[in-house]
């Protein structure tokens, strides 16, 4: 049984069904759990598919923690592997199984995510190298010029070859799949953070004692809307969230963080 979560927030039913028949299909070797963070419980008697499970939280848990619901769920039922999927995510039904695979195939695996997409074909660069206070700070800027340039080229990994699989410390948490064996040595998501920084978080977890694969041979698309850049509410969200994760890794001094860097940089040759 293959298992998938994702976490719901006043979200429009229509463009919900798309994600939902994107993971499901026709397949019944899929389950999948909606936890819906909403203020009010409106979709609770909408899905009569057995594959789907919806539970109703009745308060904004954030996004770690309620996938956290979902994750101790699969595990509660033996499964080894779980889908992260925001709402907005589409895809073809296929990359699941292709995915599920390329995991089995090595299990030393960890997690992995595909190549995502802007629903215009354009690629969005979500795998990262670690970051430092800078580069989030310089990601933020607006301003065009030819320093950022370079910076984002390197930060983002804008070089890398698309045609391969390659191991990476921070993988976007809006489709990811997750080795629930090597999980359970890290731990789930970090519930501390309410919603930004918790995917490279568990990413770094996960990296530390696994591969991390960024695999570009299958893709999603994503409604990526950039929150915290319009949203003044979300903007203090993304800095509380950084500034727990800082914290939490290291500010300046981050012996890891220096160390995988240079040497998924050697490894890519950018």
């Not at 010029?145 to 948490?173: A, D, H, M």
């Amino acid at each position: 049984m293959i298992f998938g979560s994702i976490v719901l927030y006043n979200n429009k039913i229509s463009e919900l069904n798309l994600t939902i028949n994107s993971f499901l299909s026709t397949r019944n070797d899929r389950i999948l759990y909606l936890i819906d963070n909403s203020p009010i419980d409106i979709l609770s008697s909408y899905f009569t598919d057995s594959r789907i499970i919806y539970i109703y939280t009745g308060n904004n848990l954030g996004f770690g923690a309620a996938h956290n619901i979902a994750i101790k769920e699969s595990l509660k039922l033996k499964g080894c592997f779980h889908f992260i999927i925001n709402p907005d995510i589409l895809f073809d039904p296929d990359i699941i199984d292709i995915m599920i695979n390329y995991i089995q195939f090595d299990n030393s695996i960890g997690m992995m995510m595909p190549k995502i997409l802007n629903f215009d074909g354009t690629i969005q660069h979500l795998p990262k190298l670690l970051p430092s206070p800078l580069s989030v700070l310089l990601r933020k800027l607006l301003f065009p010029s030819k320093f950022k340039s370079r910076f984002l080229e390197k930060y983002e990994l804008r070089s890398l070859n698309q045609t391969k699989p390659v191991n990476l410390p921070i993988l976007s948490g809006c489709f990811t799949l997750i080795n629930l064996d090597i999980l359970q040595l890290v731990g789930l998501y970090d519930d501390k953070y309410f919603m930004y920084f918790e995917d490279w978080d568990l990413s770094r977890r996960m990296h530390k004692v696994s591969k991390t694969i960024y695999f570009p041979l299958v893709y999603v698309y994503h409604g990526y809307k950039s929150g915290a850049n319009r949203n003044i509410k979300l903007f203090f969200t993304f800095i509380k969230s950084a500034l727990y994760y800082f914290t939490k890794w290291g500010w300046f001094f981050d012996t890891d963080r220096k160390f995988i860097n240079k040497k998924v940089l050697r490894n890519i040759n950018v």
